[in-house]
């Protein structure tokens, strides 16, 4: 194990930096582009509740592998060249998008129409009653299956390598196929991905608790 | 404190004892012995790559050169009724699959390199390629000189990825995990060129239209049979097996088989006597 890190300590580091970048990216995308899709999923008009409903199902229930595929091989075909990072990348922003939509949907939910209702019935707009009622309460709440997501995000970062993303586990394949040290390759990397998610899982925690 | 003291430690103690697990012995046993007392030796073939190792969809097995050449092989040790068992293997499980003894030998385009002789064994070569470079047919690309500052795309687990380095050493290399992967990338111009062997690139190019192998063979990558470390018998009757098929011809018909139709390739340059 030791010598694998002190021999491909440069692999590693660039994996490393790598699965880093593509989890803030796509954790920052997804999070904006899921509360928006959460917002649109609850609001009163039909349409906009519609589009909300299909954006969820569509990448919900489509594999994270093949929603990347399809942004790796498919859309250079047609449209526009993307190298694997970036295919991953916006992979992994859509597909965790649709859970983010779901959760703050399902927290927006979970707070009781008494709330709204009462808002509204000291004068307040709607919007005003999401934003300084509904919202705050609702945050609170989610704030633990979001931290599930988050940390789930950086664990399905590693699709990234089967589109020659450079990230931890493509660093992994080809060290273990260099040295055929296949057991510690994987246990190296299996480390490096805790320390990015054990302070993500503890800051959660603390976030949950401070709140609360 | 405490009980995160006791987590950290938890994990470490998992982490030891699974980091343990990488010096596994190769299994003690005569691999040849359970064969000939099981009349079944177990083979990892590929199963993507054409002409070699391809699964036909129709029934599920593999096809190629090396599935014929292990099954030969099985009959020459074995005798007449011996069974060869096909597993498939890609390059990149092919050695853990070997070194912990769900295969007894692997026959999949794996060529003889001096790092894999340290953790393996090989038989004599049983099939001479050299690496080579497929292109689209508008490629301006005439040989693996001129990939410095392309994109080569190539297959993990496989040598020719270490041997673009040497060729051309500005040249980028991106890994993807097989053959059908790889060339579905290049169509799609995630790179430039797709190296590995002429073996291979010659039934990829069959495949698909548009594409041709250019530039030569600039590496010499004879493919071996690999069987684990310690099963020297198992080595020597897999050699002896490999003689006896080029002294009857069966070698050659099996090279006439799986080649005779490439284009612009000539199979008679594969003959052995």
Redesign the interface.
Known sequence: ?INIITHYSHQLLSGFGWTLLSSVLALFFSLIIGSLFAIMEILPNKTARFVGRAYVELFRNIPLLVITMFF???I??YLV?I??FTAGTIGLTLYTSAFIAETIRSGIQSVDTGQMEGARSVGMTYWQAMRYIILPQAFKIVIPPLGNQFVNLVKNSSVLA???GFDLM?QA??I???T?????SY?VIG?LY?IITMPLSYYMRYLEKKIA | MKKKFWLVSF?TII?VV??G??KQNSSQQSVLKNARASNTLTWGVKGDTKLFGLIDVADGQSKGFDVDMAKHITKHILGPKGKAKMVTVT??SR??LL?NGNVDAVIATMSITP??EK?LDFSHSYFDAGQSLLVPKSSTIRSAKDLNGKTVIGV???NSV?NIHKVAPHAKV????DYA?AV??L????GDALTTDNGILYGLAVENHGFEVRGGTFTKEPYGVAVNKGQDDLTKAINQAILEMQHSGEYNHLIKKWFGDVPGFDYKELYRK
């Not at chain 1, 055929?180 to 510690?184: A, G, L, M, S, V």
């Open positions: 194990m790796y091989l498919i250079p075909l060249k190298n694997g089967f589109v020659a493509y394949n080809s273990a196929s260099t055929f040290d296949t057991i510690n246990l480390v805790l | 994990l982490l699974l980091s697990c990488g390059s990149q050695t853990p070194k790092e894999r953790i993990v687990g496989s270490n991106v890994e993807l995990q992967q579905n990338a169509k799609s111009k995630q």
